[in-house]
């Protein structure tokens, strides 16, 4: 450039459609993180987006969770109350992991959720009664756990 000064970069590209100017990616990355630290062999860069783990999370526009396919991973430990907290998920595949403990409570404030997969897993307790409150829900599936009651 005239006077001898260094050019100044040109526009960055962002990595992800997602990309925010800091690294603090909202609420539900936090869940995810809280619940994926169970699942020691996780093959994910938990320094990007969420919406940008491949097959495993799948966002809307607005860059919300709608999807969450953890079946067939290593996770051990409880399904985070936190899951509440994703309020627009649609569809949960949590079968064929290590989960153990209760189906959490909170699970009752998917609104959105359709589809609900937790089979063969080793989950205990009773079926949350706030599972009937998901209006949307279409599909679930609870079989080879160790669950009692009914299905609200």
């Known amino acids: 450039t005239a006077g001898g000064g260094a050019t100044p970069p040109g526009p960055v590209e962002p990595t992800s459609r997602y990309q925010q100017t800091n690294t603090y990616y909202g609420d539900e990355h936090e869940v995810l993180i809280v619940f994926l630290n169970n699942g020691a062999g996780m093959d994910i860069d938990r320094t990007k987006h969420h919406c940008d783990w491949s097959g495993r999370v799948t966002c809307n526009d607005k860059g919300r969770v709608t999807e969450l396919s953890l079946f067939g991973e290593s996770i051990e430990g409880r399904i985070p109350t936190e899951i509440g ?43 949350p009664t706030e599972i009937g409150l998901l209006k949307q829900l279409s599909l679930l599936s609870l079989y080879s756990n160790s669950l009692t009651g009914l299905i609200p």
């Open 85 to 127: 907290q994703m309020a627009e998920l649609d569809r949960l595949f949590l079968y064929d992991t290590s989960l153990t403990g209760s189906i959490p409570t909170e699970i009752g404030r998917l609104m959105e959720l359709r589809r609900l997969f937790l089979n063969e897993n080793s989950l205990t307790g009773p079926i």
